[in-house]
């Protein structure tokens, strides 16, 4: 049987020349590779698509990249590195799953897409604002704070109600009452008892909702990081990093940019490589290598959310945030 028998037989389907290769199609590939005659082999040809590309993938990197990426719409090979490529990286919602105590796919995908309403946790009111917010302000929030209450209590007279607001107005010359200026404001938000009643009295209809504001906001800011960071500590056992967006020419548009989102893919030839083997289906099959990565992975992706948000990042939100409600 002489080479271009080989070739034609291959082509046509016909597999009883592999006996002469110990039924391995690796050692037929590289006896025609040596005689310069693989390159008449047809990676689309469906009966030996999957042990070539095994062998191109050993022999021929830059060949195999070339099929690889040919089968798989949403693949790219630059400098030596293969990168997913789609639309919106909401498109990686297909490799998860969820169970009874699992996020839902639904919010997965809005974490991915950026298109959530940032009300993950939904309405939380802290039992003490003064706790919670007052005593985690930097020093700059708290000068802004002792400014609002001197501006918005500059008319009022403040019953003695509190051990403190009873010795400020007495050193104010009037027993009965407390009016708030800068030489008593330090001494009022520093007493938790002082603040507290102000808080649910004068201050109840001015600064207290906005202090209740910026905890809620915070806490669902805080709460949706911590869970978008859980659902990228599962990708990036198949992924590097959190990817990138990129600007490509429109395929039919003049002068058209269109985005698309790209990530670096780990174990990739391992994945693919893996899949071949299995020489259950050709890449085709799937098209796109999210649906066949899916395929492959033992167990799909979960993600399990926290009780409650990273305290330390809720006490920098509230921080962040807090000139923009005071």
């Not at 790209?262 to 994945?271: L, R, S, T, V």
Request: aromatic share 14%; charged share 30%; glycine share 4%.
């Amino acid at each position: 049987m002489n080479v271009q028998e080989i070739i034609d037989g291959l082509n046509e389907g016909d597999h009883n020349f592999l006996k002469y290769f110990d039924n391995d199609y690796q050692l037929l590939f590289k006896f025609l590779e040596k005689r310069g005659a693989l390159k008449f082999l047809d990676p689309n040809n469906y009966e030996y698509q999957n042990p070539l590309l095994i062998y191109l993938q050993k022999e021929d990197k830059e060949k195999f990249a070339k099929w690889i990426t040919h089968y798989l719409d949403d693949v790219v090979y630059e400098n030596g590195k293969y990168y997913l490529i789609v639309n919106n990286k909401s498109e990686l919602v297909h490799l998860f799953c969820e169970t009874r105590n699992s996020l839902p796919t639904e919010t997965v995908e809005a974490l991915l897409s950026g298109e959530g309403d940032n009300d993950f946790w939904g309405d939380y009111y802290t039992e003490s604002l003064y706790r919670d917010i007052v005593l985690e302000l930097t020093k700059s929030n708290l000068l802004r704070l002792k400014e609002y209450i001197i501006d918005t209590l500059k008319n009022v007279q403040l019953s003695t109600n509190t051990i403190l607001l009873e010795d400020i107005a007495r050193e104010q010359g009037h027993p009965e009452y407390v009016t708030v200026d800068s030489e008593s404001i330090d001494y009022i938000v520093d007493d938790k008892d002082t603040m507290n009643h102000l808080l649910e009295n004068e201050l109840n209809d001015t600064l207290t909702p906005e202090l209740g504001n910026i905890h809620n906001a915070a806490y669902n800011m805080a709460y949706e990081d911590d869970l978008y960071e859980g659902v990228w500590d599962k990708l990036n056992e198949y992924f590097f990093g959190q990817g990138e967006w990129i600007s490509r020419p429109h395929k039919y548009g003049k002068n058209i940019e269109v985005q698309f989102f790209k990530i670096e893919i780990a174990n990739f030839e391992y994945e693919i490589l893996q899949f071949l083997k299995d020489d259950m289906y050709n890449l085709d099959y799937y098209g796109e290598y999210i649906k066949l990565l899916r395929s492959q992975m033992d167990e799909c992706l979960k993600v399990y959310p926290p009780d409650y948000p990273s305290a330390r990042k809720v006490d920098k939100l509230i921080n962040e945030l807090f000139s923009e409600y005071i």
